[in-house]
């Protein structure tokens, strides 16, 4: 008896002394793993959840329903390397910049520092070291350390999946960063899913059209080629609609890869937050393009509707460009939400610090968007946006947009335009002459000037690379013109 009484003590001391020692060392580290998925070139409304007839997106629709649409998004930019840098820092950047700046900690770097595990994929070479955007990321990942080879999604997603099988977990959570190129033009997928449906115009773009063919008449090849042009152009966003058909098959597969995110507060395992957005969209020819730029392309006699309205981005400060996607899904959002709220990508990296456990950073413009779900604080009154031909100003409350042509602009021949996006969302319409909108108008004048004054980022500091193969690079990819001098888009 008295054996077995000694046996039993001995196991309950060691029951004991394993608990206790398991209780000394450090405890896990259960903060979810975060990714961020940012596809280049996405206007909102060509996804399913936002309302496009087409299925163009099944894979985002079911992430989109087991977590959060925020319906009105703007992007910092309407091309990539100044929108990137906004989304890492989460400040507004009103400077035309190529390359992260130096007096500002990325989010990659915070993450690290906070104990995060860094990886970033990118299918866009234009994302590269030469403009610091591999700061604090552990594994960098794209078109340099691959041969100069640009991946597509398919390409990106094994590429993900390689990586993640070749490095197994240490404990850390993970943030992993994902760039898809695609549906960046040309518009060429590879294997592309079927999409259901035709293409079907906006009514207004094809009233613009029609109006744009008539004033030039018979005769003239804005005329008489429209309908080879109109069938070219819906030919064209046939292959955009497949891109992003393309890009959304393979992200369903890399979030499938990763595996299950175990979000039971009861147990060790991890969640993930999932945050899918944009760099900027895509002008589908929906607006004319600047006069002179036309006039420098094509004598007027020679103008055909490709000419007169474009297909672009980095131009331009237009909703197509600017209304960008954002869905974000996992630890701390409850599914099914559907949010009219205006945010900002700025708002991405206050949010992702938050999920992480990162003490919040004043100098951050960006708000949490937990807070936004939550009813939290008072939203941002004004939304901003840059390129380097103006920027775009807009009241949040009210739905006035003001859009400041730069110098550069200037020389384009853009001019000053003012839209109520509450009775004119497709801008059609400019109010800078009428005057009724006369207050609201220097109202927003001031609110451009005031924040452009206070921006300090690149003070002393270039906001480009230097580096000739970036600079062949942006012209490769039809960012800068042959003829332009690095960084003057």
């Known amino acids: 008896m008295r054996l077995h009484s000694a046996g039993k003590l001995a196991r309950c001391l060691l029951a004991l002394a394993v608990a206790a020692g398991t209780a000394c060392g450090p405890p896990p580290d259960t903060r979810p793993d975060l990714v961020l998925v940012v596809v280049d070139t996405l206007r909102a409304d060509h996804l399913s959840t936002y309302g496009y007839a087409r299925p163009t997106s099944p894979g985002l629709d079911a992430l989109a329903a087991n977590g959060v649409v925020f319906e009105d998004n703007t992007s910092q930019s309407s091309w990539t390397l100044p929108s990137v840098a906004s989304i890492f820092t989460g ?57 100069n080879v640009t991946w597509g999604a398919a390409d990106l997603a094994v590429v993900v999946e390689t990586w993640t099988r070749a490095h197994p977990r240490t404990g850390k959570p993970r943030f992993l960063y994902l760039h898809f190129m695609d549906p960046h033009f040309p518009y060429e997928p590879k294997d592309p899913p079927e999409v259901a449906g035709q293409v079907v115009l906006r009514d207004d773009t094809l009233s613009a059209w029609v109006t744009a063919v008539k004033a030039a008449g018979k005769g003239t090849p804005l005329y008489d080629s429209f309908d080879a042009d109109r069938k070219h152009i819906l030919k064209q966003i046939d292959g955009y609609d497949h891109e992003i058909a393309t890009m959304d098959r393979s992200l369903a597969a890399i979030l499938a890869a990763l595996g299950p995110a175990d979000d039971d507060p009861d147990t060790d395992a991890r969640g993930r937050l999932v945050i899918v957005a944009a760099d900027h969209g895509e002008t589908l020819w929906d607006h004319q393009h600047f006069t002179k730029v036309v006039e420098d392309k094509v004598p007027a006699p020679e103008r055909t509707l490709r000419e007169v309205f474009f297909r672009d981005h980095s131009y331009h400060l237009y909703q197509e460009l600017l209304h960008t996607p954002l869905i974000v899904a996992g630890t701390g959002f409850a599914p099914g939400q559907r949010i009219a709220t205006p945010v900002e990508n700025v708002d991405i990296v206050p949010t992702l610090l938050r999920a992480a456990g990162v003490p919040p950073d004043p100098s951050l413009e960006g708000r949490p968007l937990q807070d936004v779900v939550a009813g939290i604080g008072r939203p941002r009154p004004v939304l901003y946006s840059f390129c380097n031909e103006g920027t775009a100003v807009r009241l949040a409350d009210s739905g006035w947009k003001f859009i400041f042509p730069t110098a550069t602009g200037d020389s384009f021949g853009m001019i000053m335009q003012l839209y109520d996006l509450t009775k004119d969302g497709h801008e059609r319409n400019s109010r800078t002459g009428d005057p009724a909108a006369k207050e609201t108008l220097k109202k927003l004048i001031k609110l451009r000037e005031d924040a452009a004054a206070a921006f300090h980022l690149y003070d002393n500091e270039d906001t480009h690379s230097d580096a000739p193969e970036q600079n062949a690079l942006l012209k490769e990819l039809g960012y800068i013109g042959e003829d332009e001098k690095p960084g003057a888009r």
């Not at 690290?112 to 030469?130: D, I, K, R, W």
């Open 91 to 147: 400040r507004h950047l009103f400077v035309n910049a190529q390359r992260l700046p130096d007096r500002c900690l990325s989010l990659a770097e915070r993450l690290q520092a906070a104990g995060y595990e860094t990886a970033a994929f990118l299918g866009n070479p234009a994302v590269s070291s030469n403009g610091a955007y591999d700061r604090g990321f552990d594994a960098f990942i794209g078109r340099e350390t691959t041969g």
